[in-house]
């Protein structure tokens, strides 16, 4: 019974897995077919989106069943509930990279996205497909100091964010309201997917050492400033 028990609980690990590595996969084909206002391909990111879905209720099914059968306490407690809330995560982000396949549906066959806004979005794009691979990673490694580098990595979309305000700011912005209101959701998506991609990190760590992201580096923070000070001196 306990074989088959823990057997149960890497199933689980591996379905999260699963899903980071196709939401990953859907965000940059997402990304490509926003680019360059490919039907085809927005429409397989649309469709694709239901396998997400169908694995976060099958795992949710699998998770509550362990927990009604099992009464798991301690650290497998923290992971089926744990994984419950990355399943959320990963599901969420799945649905932002079909908002973006929908927005180039919505425009199709015209481009939603301007020239002079496509090497930024592209870079949006392959980050969010990065980080989401670095999640991935840390859900099969358990490394805690990968993890708690998504955040540090994170800051780079947050930048790329700003820029696309700059670039709807400016008095020279020539291609009306409806691609600035398209502009503005597709930031807000990939600064969102990003934002998914970090919790599912701090998840593990908690997962891992039983502290929050944010407690752990607090804590970390003073010994690095320590380290800095004695080489510096």
């Known amino acids: 019974m306990r074989d088959a028990y823990h057997e149960e609980l890497d ?3 591996d379905s999260l897995v699963e899903m980071a590595r196709m939401v990953g996969s859907a965000i940059g084909r997402a990304t490509a077919a926003i680019l360059d206002s490919d039907l085809k391909l927005a429409e397989s990111v649309i469709e694709a989106d ?8 099958d795992l949710e099914a699998r998770a509550i069943a362990l927990l009604a059968r099992q009464q798991p306490v301690a650290t497998d407690l923290r992971i089926v509930v744990t994984s419950l809330r990355m399943s959320a995560d990963l599901e969420r982000s ?15 066959p015209a481009r ?37 580098q998504l955040e540090q990595d994170d800051d780079a979309m947050d930048l790329l964010h700003r820029t696309l305000f ?11 309201i409806e691609t600035a209101v398209d502009v503005t959701l597709l930031g807000r998506y990939y600064e969102r997917y990003a934002d998914h991609a970090v919790a599912v990190a701090k998840r593990v760590v908690y997962l891992v050492t039983g502290e929050h992201a944010d407690e752990l580096q607090a804590d970390i923070q003073p010994e690095i400033q320590q380290v800095s000070g004695a080489e510096g001196a």
């Not at 239901?50 to 209720?57: F, I, N, R, S």
């Not at 930024?120 to 993890?147: F, S, W």
């Open 94 to 108: 799945g649905d932002l990279a079909q908002h973006v396949a929908k927005l180039t549906r919505l425009r199709y």
């Open 166 to 176: 700059q670039h709807l700011m400016d008095e020279r912005w020539k291609h009306g």
């Open 11 to 13: 199933s689980i690990g």
């Open 50 to 57: 239901q396998k997400v879905d169908d694995l976060q209720h």
């Open 112 to 148: 939603a996205i301007p020239q002079d806004l496509h090497a930024t979005i592209l870079e949006m794009g392959q980050l969010a497909q990065r980080l989401m691979a670095k999640a991935a990673e840390v859900l099969v490694t358990k490394d805690v100091d990968l993890a708690l």
